[in-house]
């Protein structure tokens, strides 16, 4: 991990965004032209790249690119906004002519970004609920560390190895986010049938806003709801509201939390996007076993496991009650 070569730009500071827009605008922004992600460095593009890889000349490839911004105007600690793997990092500033990287500036001049970073990729982490956001206190290690508007982290051994184990767990985060609910509600329930065939395919890796996913078939977790009679697993008498369509509001929730780390656990054996590892809990259930302390999550877990344990065993999904609670980190 000491060995891996990363750069950290700090975007939307400096004395020329005070006044101008910044040349740093697109670094978030797929590329219309090519689907590509072109990066500018504040300030001037000019990197060091013998700082990533001391034998580098003119650029270095397989780099991790970390995009930070402060906090606020008030406080000045990082947030990890975004990052892209892989990407190519050039020691000097090449043109933005004809890449559809046009501006017009506050002044009213158009201008043209720059760019010195080039990826196929760019995770936005923007949108991440605040438990799982990384903030550099930039006072535990030196409040001129971002100066230069970008850091290559060589003098913060420890702070890189945290930034790189960060970004290498966010692949095992469990999103049932909203979104995810909202489209689970919004959709007819898969057959029998069909639910059965699906169980039976390899669970799909996907690129999302918020790194890797194992991507969700949202009529099977209708299914789930449909097959509970909208009543909750935790706890039957729990209720909620009516939906639009008429059902108690219950949210799927998958058990084992489909993860890409957690799915190439059980890859051997069984996808985790399937019925079998579905529940059905109300809201309140759902978001204390996200959020709820230990013990909370404990009794929840416990109480869903007892009761799904047969259907998980039934597709050869073989896990224990302390594999599970070690899986949520409880």
């Known amino acids: 991990m000491s060995d891996e070569k990363i750069i950290v730009a700090d975007l939307n500071s400096g004395r020329y965004t005070e006044e101008l827009t910044g040349h740093e605008l697109f ?24 700082k990533i890889q001391s034998s580098a000349k003119g650029s270095v490839s397989g780099v991790l690119v970390v995009y930070v911004q402060a906090i606020s105007k008030m406080d000045k600690n990082r947030e ?5 793997e892989n990407a190519t990092v050039y020691a000097t500033s090449q043109s933005g002519e004809n ?11 158009r201008n043209v970004a720059p760019y010195c970073i080039v990826s196929d990729n760019l995770i936005d982490l923007r949108l991440l609920p605040s438990e799982h956001k990384y903030i550099i206190k930039i006072a535990d290690y030196n409040y001129y560390m971002f100066r230069k508007q970008r850091s290559y982290l060589e003098k913060y051994p420890q702070l890189k190895a945290d930034i790189i ?8 985060i469990d999103f049932d986010d909203s979104v ?10 898969a057959t029998a049938k069909f639910s059965s065939e699906y169980g039976n395919m390899p669970d799909e890796i996907i690129d999302t806003s918020n790194g890797k996913a194992i991507k969700r078939n949202h009529t099977v977790a209708k299914k789930v709801l449909v097959d509970s009679q909208y009543k909750c697993l935790y706890d039957m008498k729990h209720t909620t509201f ?37 529940v059905c809990i109300c809201p309140n259930c759902h978001k204390a076993i996200h959020y709820g302390d230990n013990s909370t999550k404990r009794r929840l ?15 050869k999904i073989d896990i224990t009650l302390e594999i599970l609670f070690d899986l949520y980190k409880v």
């Open 301 to 315: 877990i416990k109480v869903l496991f007892d009761k799904q344990k047969a259907k998980l065993q039934s597709v």
């Open 80 to 84: 990890i906004v975004a990052y892209c």
């Open 99 to 109: 890449m559809n990287r046009d501006f017009m500036d506050k002044d009213g001049k």
């Open 165 to 172: 184990s960060y970004i290498r767990g966010l692949e095992g």
């Open 180 to 189: 995810e609910q909202n489209k689970i509600q919004n959709v007819q329930p």
């Open 242 to 278: 009516s939906t639009v369509a008429g059902n108690p509001y219950m949210e799927g929730h998958h058990l084992i939390p489909c993860t890409v780390t957690n799915s190439k656990l059980f890859e051997i054996t069984s996808k985790l996007d399937r019925e079998e590892n579905i």
């Open 27 to 50: 670094n978030l922004d797929k590329n219309e032209l090519d689907g590509k992600y072109y990066g500018y460095v504040p300030p001037n593009n000019d990197v060091n790249i013998t």
